[in-house]
Nanobody
Framework: QVRLVESGGGLVQAGGSLRLSCAASGRASGTYRMAWFRQAPGKEREFVAAITPGGRFTNYGDSLKGRFTISRDNAKNTGYLQINTLKPEDTAVYFC?????????????????WGQGTQVTVSS
């Protein structure tokens, strides 16, 4: 069981930056993959990024690489998503997720553990 709590969302002007955090508990860090997804109003959930248990390898959703950076600090059992040069179309609820699968996956259904989400709103 992995419990996840996101924080760091808020209202920001276009061009600004945010760092989202995902505090995990219930299982030793470094034993599960972490990922970020987002869901904008009226749209399907979208894969943003994933990171391996050790933090060495990352994957990003199409067209998102460059402005988004996923990382983790296993000593703090916390994951992060840095978002730079925010755009109004980045407005969404951002979710942290975790999975014990041994290979990379961008499918939300492969992640059994989810946080409640944190709202990011970007004004133009």
């Amino acid at each position: 069981q992995v419990r996840l709590v996101e924080s760091g969302g808020g209202l920001v002007q276009a061009g600004g930056s945010l760092r989202l955090s995902c505090a995990a508990s219930g299982r030793a860090s470094g034993t599960y993959r972490m990922a970020w997804f987002r869901q904008a109003p009226g749209k399907e959930r979208e894969f943003v990024a994933a990171i391996t248990p050790g933090g060495r390898f990352t994957n990003y959703g199409d067209s998102l690489k460059g402005r988004f950076t996923i990382s983790r600090d296993n000593a703090k059992n916390t994951g992060y998503l840095q978002i730079n040069t925010l755009k109004p179309e980045d407005t969404a609820v951002y979710f942290c997720a975790a999975t014990l699968t041994s290979t990379f996956t961008s499918r939300g259904g492969d992640y059994p553990y989810w946080g409640q989400g944190t709202q990011v709103t970007v004004s133009s």
